[in-house]
């Protein structure tokens, strides 16, 4: 699945640059950390006929997550806003829940039919479906005899 690849921020390309000087891993834990902490992890998956794309978004309200498609790029986007609550009182022991805004963003295959994207919201996962343009569909080609 070659065709749907993820839009290379400076900070990815930062991570690679060290990579080459480095070796590769170096920094493989510290990216997915970052990853974990900041962005939505996401499943795709190519059909004969879509792309689907999962992701997932424990603890967003619907109004938190933004979806666009702009020059060729996907972007999914969204804030987690952090609970107010009085930290002095509660007696924090471990605070570990991220809270802040994230954004990824997808290159998309110019077969993509940018105007038909769905995109649904249920029990943390943002699930999208991406249309293939009917150029992109295989076709079966008759074979005629002579």
Do not use: C
């Not at 479906?129 to 080609?141: G, N, S």
């Amino acid at each position: 699945m070659s065709a749907l690849i993820r839009y290379e921020t400076p900070s990815t390309s930062l991570t690679n640059l060290i990579d080459d000087f480095l070796g590769t891993g170096v920094f493989d834990s510290w990216d997915r950390n970052i990853s974990l902490a900041t962005y939505p992890q996401v499943d795709i998956v190519e059909d004969k006929d879509v792309y689907r794309i999962s992701a997932d978004m424990p603890g967003l309200d619907k109004n938190d997550i933004s979806v666009e498609v702009k020059n060729g790029v996907l972007s999914i986007s969204g804030e987690k806003k952090e609970e107010k609550t009085e930290r002095d009182k509660n007696h924090y022991y471990h605070f570990e829940r991220k809270f802040g805004s994230f954004r990824r963003e997808f290159a998309l295959p110019d077969h993509v039919d940018a105007e038909h994207v769905d995109a649904r919201y249920a029990n943390g996962v943002l699930q999208l479906v991406l249309k293939k343009t009917e150029a992109a569909k295989p076709k079966a080609i008759d074979v005629k005899v002579e």
